[in-house]
């Protein structure tokens, strides 16, 4: 059974944002002033509604940081999981069953600050979840967590001094295999990259329930 991340959202509140590079939804901002960024997103587009969407999204708003650059001119800047854009503070619940794989505070402007990665089974196969933007006391939490139960609070939303310097959303991602990594796996790639992460990260929609 899949248990919803977000239980006190329901479908009506959900509204899909078009954060790509010919989206609406950035037109007309400043993406490098995060207070304007995140003004916005909360004040004027979504206005008490929950900011959906992103999976495979091609997005310019990564150049605000050096954190997406490659060696080579394969800049990343397609991602790879859901964002859930909703207020800070809002408590995180995990969608499966599973156990504690990995966490980590990933400092750096444009980074995902507190994350959390879980392992569960599903469907005969071993598949991770991320959680990325988190408030920093979510590791403090989770440190004292091995086994999660599906509906289990992991964490919560962080504010942009703890979240990387992003608006205040929630990265959701899952991954079938995570090549050595722990505390963090890459959220964005390029497009040269983007038919192996593509095959390894599932679109997560197909896990994420909302109240009707």
Same mark, same amino acid.
């Given at each position: 059974? @899949?248990?919803?991340v977000f239980?006190? @959202?329901?479908?009506?509140?959900?509204?899909?944002?078009?954060?790509?590079?010919?989206?609406e939804h950035?037109?007309?901002?400043?993406?490098?002033?995060?207070?304007?960024f995140? *003004?916005?997103?909360?004040?004027?587009?979504?206005? +008490?509604?929950? +900011?959906?969407?992103? %999976? =495979?999204?091609h997005?310019?708003?990564?150049? &605000?940081?050096?954190?997406?650059?490659?060696?080579?001119?394969? #800049? &990343?800047?397609?991602?790879?999981?859901?964002?859930?854009?909703t207020?800070?503070? &809002?408590?995180?619940h995990? $969608?499966?069953?599973?156990?504690?794989? *990995?966490?980590?505070?990933?400092?750096?402007? +444009?980074?995902y600050?507190?994350?959390? @990665?879980?392992?569960?089974?599903?469907? +005969?196969?071993? =598949?991770? *979840?991320?959680?990325?933007?988190?408030?920093?006391?979510s590791?403090?939490?989770?440190?004292n967590?091995?086994?999660?139960?599906?509906?289990?609070?992991?964490?919560?939303?962080?504010?942009p001094?703890?979240?990387?310097?992003?608006p205040?959303?929630?990265?959701?991602? #899952?991954? %079938?295999?995570?090549?050595e990594?722990?505390?963090? %796996? $890459?959220?964005?790639? *390029?497009?040269?990259e983007?038919?192996? %992460?593509?095959?390894?990260?599932?679109? $997560?929609?197909? #896990? =994420?329930r909302?109240?009707?």
């Open positions: 059974m @899949i248990h919803p239980p006190s @959202i329901r479908k009506d509140e959900l509204i899909q944002l078009d954060l790509s590079v010919t989206g950035v037109a007309h901002i400043d993406i490098f002033d995060t207070a304007q995140t *003004s916005y997103l909360f004040d004027e587009v979504l206005q +008490g509604k929950v +900011g959906i969407g992103g %999976y =495979l999204e997005r310019n708003f990564y150049a &605000r940081s050096p954190h997406f650059e490659t060696n080579t001119t394969d #800049f &990343r800047n397609i991602h790879l999981g859901i964002d859930i854009w207020d800070a503070g &809002r408590a995180i995990a $969608p499966l069953t599973g156990k504690v794989h *990995s966490y980590a505070n990933n400092t750096g402007y +444009g980074n600050g507190s994350t959390i @990665i879980l392992e569960h089974e599903w469907e +005969g196969s071993v =598949l991770y *979840s991320l959680y990325g933007h988190l408030a920093a006391k590791l403090a939490h989770i440190s967590l091995t086994k999660i139960d599906a509906g289990q609070c992991i964490g919560w939303l962080g504010h001094e703890e979240n990387g310097n992003w205040p959303h929630l990265h959701f991602q #899952f991954m %079938y295999s995570m090549q990594w722990k505390g963090d %796996y $890459p959220g964005v790639c *390029s497009t040269k983007l038919p192996f %992460y593509q095959s390894n990260c599932p679109n $997560p929609m197909d #896990f =994420l909302f109240t009707k």
